[in-house]
C-alpha cells in the first residue's frame, strides 16, 4: 500500500512538473478557471437524464428537496429527473449515507455541510476534482463568498470538490414567554456571552414539577465554529489541540452554562435533546443553527425569536465561523458535467434570490443586499429579527480530512465534564491520548 502511495505521488509530480512546462494551469482555482476565454456555457441536456441525489441533513427530506431543489432545477433543466435519496431517522427505517452505500446505490450529488464533508465525502472516497467542469462551463468562484471556496481548497489541496448553494450561521433562539414569565428580560443584537450567562441563572429552575433550563445548544457547532477561532486538531500534524491553554479555556467557557445549578446534566446530552427542550416549552434559549426553526418545525403555540450569536469579550464585534453547505459531484455519477451544472445553478444569482427569501442564508458575495430579502414569503417569520448576521466574522480554523475525528472527541469531551464524569484536566488528556491513537492509526493505512 505504501509502495503504491510512492508511485503515485511521483505520477502525480511528473504531471505537475508537465503542466508547469507547457503552461497549463491546470488546477488553479483562483477566480475563474484559467483558460475559460471559450468555456462553454451552461445549456440543459437535450437527452433525458436521471441524478440520484443524497443528503446527510435528515431536514432535507424528499418533500423539501422537491420543493427547494426539485421544482428549480427541474425547471431550468427540462430533461432532467432527480431521484431523492434522504437520510431518514425514523425508527426501523432509518437510512444514511453508509445504509445506501452498502446495499450498492450510487448518488450523482451529495449534499452535506463542510463539518460532514470529510465523513460523507473523503471517508468514503467519493470526491471528483470539478476543475475541468469548472473550465469547461466557465463557473465563476469570484461571485462566491470567499471562505466557502477557501474550505473547498483546503479539502481538496488547491482543488474544488463542491459548489456551495447556502450557508448557516450560529443564531440564539429564545422563549419569549418563558422570559416574561421570570421576570428576565430579552436579549438583543448587542447582547454578550457574559449578560446571556447571567440570564441562564436566573432563568434556570424548577416551578411546578417542570426542570426549566435556562439554555440549551447544539455545542458541536459551538465547537466547531467558535467565535475565537480555536481549533480542536493540528491542520498538518492532525494531533489534537485538547491540552493547550487556548483550548482549554474555550471548553471551560462552553461547558460553564451546562453545570449551573438547574441547567446541569447528570447524563450524556444529545443535541436532539437540546432542541427538544427548546421546542417544547422547557429550555429558555437554544444555540444552533439559524434554520433550526424551520427543520425542527417550532409549533405555532411557540412564542419565540432569535438574535445574532451574543458577543465574546475575547473577539468583539465578531460572528462566528461560517458553515456552508455545499452539491458535491461524485466520482461515481456517469452524468459529471450535467451534475455540476445542477450544483451550478443552485449557486446562480437566480436561485439565491428565491432561496434567501424561504430563510435560507446566501453565499454570494452580494449577500448584504441579498439579506433584505430573508425569509420574505413565510408569513410564520413576520415580526422576528431577520439581523442575524454579523458583519464580521471569525476566521476559519480550517478544515481537514480527519475532521470526523476530532469532532467525535470534543463531543466525548463536553459529555464528560458536564455530567461530571471527569475533571476538565483529566478529560482534556484522556481526550487528546484516545484521539492522537486513532489518528495514527488511520494515517498508518
Known amino acids: 500500500m505504501k509502495k503504491s502511495k510512492q508511485v503515485c505521488a511521483v505520477l502525480a509530480a511528473a504531471a505537475v512538473l508537465l503542466a508547469a512546462c507547457s503552461g497549463d494551469k491546470g488546477g488553479s ?3 475563474k478557471a484559467a483558460g475559460t476565454d471559450n468555456a462553454k456555457p451552461a445549456s440543459a441536456p437535450s437527452e433525458p ?19 427547494h431543489i426539485g421544482s428549480f432545477v427541474e425547471k431550468k433543466f427540462p430533461n432532467v429527473k432527480l431521484k431523492y435519496m434522504p437520510t431518514i431517522v425514523t425508527a426501523g427505517a432509518a437510512r444514511a449515507t453508509k445504509d445506501y452505500l452498502a446495499s450498492g446505490e450510487k448518488f450523482d450529488i451529495l449534499i452535506t455541510p463542510s463539518g460532514s464533508t470529510p465523513g460523507a465525502l473523503l471517508d468514503n472516497e467519493l470526491q471528483l476534482d ?20 477557501e474550505i473547498q481548497k483546503q479539502f481538496a489541496n488547491g482543488g474544488i470538490y463542491g459548489i456551495p448553494f447556502t450557508t448557516n450561521t450560529l443564531t440564539l433562539f429564545y422563549n419569549k414567554d418563558l422570559f416574561s414569565k421570570f421576570g428576565v428580560s430579552f436579549p438583543t443584537n448587542n447582547s454578550t456571552w457574559d449578560e446571556i450567562y447571567e440570564s441562564v441563572k436566573k432563568l434556570s429552575r424548577t416551578e411546578a414539577g417542570v426542570n426549566y433550563r435556562g439554555l440549551t445548544a447544539a455545542y458541536w457547532h459551538l465547537f466547531l465554529l467558535n467565535q475565537t477561532s480555536v481549533p480542536g486538531q493540528d491542520a498538518k500534524t492532525f494531533k489534537a489541540l485538547y491540552t493547550g491553554d487556548a483550548y482549554k479555556k474555550e471548553m471551560e467557557f462552553m461547558t460553564g452554562f451546562f453545570r449551573l445549578p438547574g441547567n446541569d446534566w447528570n447524563q450524556n446530552p444529545s443535541v436532539a435533546q437540546m432542541v427538544d427542550a427548546f421546542v417544547k416549552g422547557t429550555s429558555a434559549m437554544y444555540v444552533g443553527l439559524d434554520n433550526t426553526w424551520q427543520l425542527y418545525k417550532f409549533p405555532k403555540e411557540l412564542n419565540w425569536d432569535m438574535i445574532r450569536l451574543p458577543q465574546r469579550k475575547e ?53 448584504a443586499e441579498l439579506m433584505k430579502q430573508y425569509s420574505a414569503d413565510l408569513p410564520d417569520f413576520t415580526g422576528k429579527n431577520k439581523e442575524i448576521l454579523w458583519s464580521k466574522l471569525a476566521p476559519s480554523t480550517g ?31 484522556d481526550a487528546a491520548e484516545a484521539h492522537d491513537k486513532e489518528i495514527a492509526a488511520a494515517l498508518s493505512k
Not at 53 to 59: D, E, R, V
Not at 130 to 149: A, H, M, W, Y
Open 29 to 31: 482555482v483562483d477566480g
Open 49 to 67: 437524464v436521471e441524478l440520484a441525489i443524497h443528503a446527510t441533513m435528515s431536514g432535507f427530506t424528499e418533500e423539501f428537496m422537491k420543493t
Open 130 to 149: 470539478l476543475t475541468p467542469q469548472i473550465k469547461k462551463f466557465g463557473f465563476d468562484l469570484n461571485r462566491l463568498e470567499p471562505s466557502t471556496v
Open 315 to 367: 473577539a468583539p464585534g465578531t460572528g462566528p465561523q461560517t458553515y456552508p453547505n455545499y452539491m458535491y459531484v461524485t466520482n461515481t455519477s456517469k452524468n459529471p458535467d450535467v451534475a455540476f451544472q445542477v450544483a451550478a445553478s443552485l449557486a446562480s444569482d437566480e436561485f439565491q434570490a428565491y432561496y434567501v427569501k424561504q430563510g435560507y442564508l446566501p453565499i454570494t458575495k452580494n449577500s
Open 399 to 429: 478544515v481537514t480530512k480527519y475532521m470526523s475525528i476530532d469532532t467525535k472527541y470534543e463531543q466525548l469531551l463536553f459529555a464528560d465534564i458536564v455530567t461530571g464524569k471527569k475533571d476538565i484536566n483529566t478529560a482534556l488528556r
